[in-house]
């Protein structure tokens, strides 16, 4: 079947496209969606059937965690394990926004969503598609970006459709996000933290939220 995209507005979604891709997420299925990054593939988290379903479409080696987004700062909480101050200091600083944030995984998570390491990426993306679709969902999603494992990120649908081909059954289309640069990820250790990834939030600004 050729995959179907479908147009979404990313400044005020249409709650029946929304509610679409919702349902297709509670079945089990893997939608592409876009973000305030690059779009994203978006999964149920707590579906193995999903996960793995997630892991195929990228070509994604399963060591390798799969991010998940969440649409508040108390349902991040419930998907870690511990949350220490740091977490908190920079979620309540950049979220919603281009960070991402590593800690121990709840055991509520199936341990192969992080990739059999027991941490969580997490984030709160600055985008009214993922959270209304999170909303719909009732509960988080993946957030890892769209594309095959090793390629350059998708800022737009077509993008996607040459990567990927049908391996998805709906792609919701709300135009090129612009995007340049993937979320900064930062790795925390209870008061420990490092940077993981450099991304759209400069190292600096990261740091100076951590010293006020």
């Known amino acids: 079947m050729p995959v179907e995209i479908l147009k979404v507005s990313p400044g005020a979604p249409e709650q029946h496209v929304i509610d679409y891709a919702a349902a297709f997420i509670r079945r ?29 479409v990228k070509g994604r080696p399963e060591h390798r ?49 992080t990739g059999n390491s027991g941490r969580v990426a997490l984030r709160w993306a600055n985008s009214r598609v993922t959270t209304a679709l999170i909303e719909a969902v009732g509960g988080p999603i993946t957030g890892t970006s769209a594309n095959l494992s090793d390629h350059p990120s998708c800022t737009n649908a077509q993008q996607i459709v040459e990567q990927l ?6 792609i ?36 100076k939220a951590l010293a006020s």
């Open 172 to 207: 919701l289309d709300g135009g090129d996000t612009g995007a340049t640069l993937a979320s900064t990820i930062v790795r925390i250790d209870g008061n420990e933290w490092s940077i993981a990834r450099q991304g759209a939030i400069p190292d600096a600004e990261i740091e």
């Open 165 to 170: 081909g049908n391996r998805l059954p709906l």
């Open 28 to 56: 089990g299925r893997v939608v592409a969606i876009p973000t305030d990054t690059f779009y994203s593939l978006s999964a149920d988290p707590f579906n193995l059937a999903a996960i793995e379903r997630v892991f195929q």
């Open 65 to 113: 965690a799969l991010p998940i987004l969440v649409r508040s700062i108390e349902q991040a909480v419930t998907m870690a394990r511990d949350v220490p101050d740091v977490f908190l200091t920079l979620a309540s600083k950049f979220w919603p926004g281009a960070l991402t944030l590593v800690v121990e995984a709840t055991s509520r998570l199936p341990l192969k969503v």
